[in-house]
């Protein structure tokens, strides 16, 4: 678990907690203290708020829980307050104190106050492949640039580990408008401890960092990231949706030379599912790949091209 902590202590609120009715009626201050472990090596390097847990939506959150629905414990308000923060995939561990200073104790006192610890749940890692593309400069860089930043992001997104990249190729566009410049594609598989959903709004994250805008579709891009494949469909653990915001398998995947040439680059034995059957990404990619080609790298490794090892970083 990481040594970093963001500490936000001494938030007051009023709140109708308590067992007793007048409590219930009156209302009475609490006093909370969040202790946020999580690694802030990003944000530390980025200096950007979407890098790490801002305290201010921290403070917001904690005070709407103490004004809003009453409970009968501390111990509720503390769990409730420390599953809200423990939802953030970035939160290793919560920990929450109550104070209630005003309790009814009957006898002199100086504080009563009730401190719950949360850790995140750990999830099995799942299979999963993101599909990379760029055919438009960024900040005078060119695609391949704003492509081998986009894995180097993907490698320190949090619930991601063995990102493995495959090389990097030239693709000629397919669909969108006529005249628009080749692409530059690659394909990284990874383990996933976040939902599908979460790694799509992680990929929208990355997206957004590298300028991305939605216009055009199929038009011209900075950068373009698509999940492709979420789970294991050989073992039958992937998962499948039709939901428009999230499509499972990406459902032009199955024809695309760009995505499927890469991909069988940096994993051969892959697999993909197509409706009820299951298909080997090696042979999609024989019929598909037309137009593919693979860039050199940029520095010469010798007589033996390793990039078509895939190489994890
Ligand atoms: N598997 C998926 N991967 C990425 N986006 C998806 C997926 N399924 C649905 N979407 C949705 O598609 C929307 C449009 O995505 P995007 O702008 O990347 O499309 P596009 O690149 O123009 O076309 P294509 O989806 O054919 O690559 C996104 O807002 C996203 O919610
Ligand atoms: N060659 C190529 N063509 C495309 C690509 C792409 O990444 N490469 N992406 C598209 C929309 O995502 C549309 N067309």
Do not use: C
């Not at 472990?37 to 890098?51: C, I, P, S, W």
């Not at 469909?233 to 992937?238: I, K, V």
């Not at 069988?264 to 137009?291: C, K, S, Y």
């Amino acid at each position: 678990m990481s040594a970093d902590r963001i500490s936000l202590r001494g938030v007051r609120a009023t709140g109708y907690h308590g067992v007793f009715e007048h409590e219930r009626r009156d209302g009475q201050e609490f006093v909370i203290d969040v202790e946020v472990t999580l690694d802030l090596g990003r944000a530390g390097a980025t200096d950007d708020l979407h890098d790490t847990v801002d305290y201010g939506a921290l403070a917001a959150g904690v005070v709407a829980r103490v004004e809003g629905e009453p409970f009968d414990l501390i111990e509720r308000l503390a769990t409730v307050i420390a599953e809200d923060v423990r939802r953030d995939r970035r939160v290793e561990e919560v920990r929450v104190t109550v104070h209630k200073p005003h309790a009814p104790v009957g006898v002199p006192f100086g504080d009563v106050a009730v401190t719950v610890v949360r850790t995140r749940e750990t999830a099995a890692p799942v299979p999963v492949v993101v599909a990379l593309g760029a055919n438009l400069p960024r900040d005078g860089e060119a695609p391949e640039v704003t492509v081998e930043a986009a894995v180097a992001a993907l490698e320190t997104t949090p619930g991601l580990a063995h990102v493995t990249a495959s090389a990097l190729f030239d693709s000629d566009p397919v669909g969108g408008p006529a005249d628009q410049p080749v692409y530059v594609n690659a394909v990284v598989v990874a383990r996933s401890t976040l939902s599908a959903q979460d790694l799509l709004e992680a990929l929208h994250g990355i997206e957004a960092r590298f300028g991305r805008s939605r216009d055009v579709r199929w038009g011209p891009r900075t950068l373009d990231l698509d999940l492709v494949q979420y789970g294991d469909p050989a073992a039958g653990t992937d998962v499948v949706s039709a939901d428009p915001a999230l499509t499972l398998p990406h459902p032009r995947a199955h024809a695309r030379g760009f995505v499927l040439v890469p991909w069988a680059d940096v994993d051969p034995a892959a697999v993909l599912r197509h409706g009820d059957r299951v298909l080997a990404v090696r042979d999609l990619a024989g019929a598909t790949g037309h137009g593919i080609r693979r860039r050199a790298p940029a520095t010469a490794p010798g007589p033996d091209d390793p990039s078509d090892e895939g190489h994890e970083r």
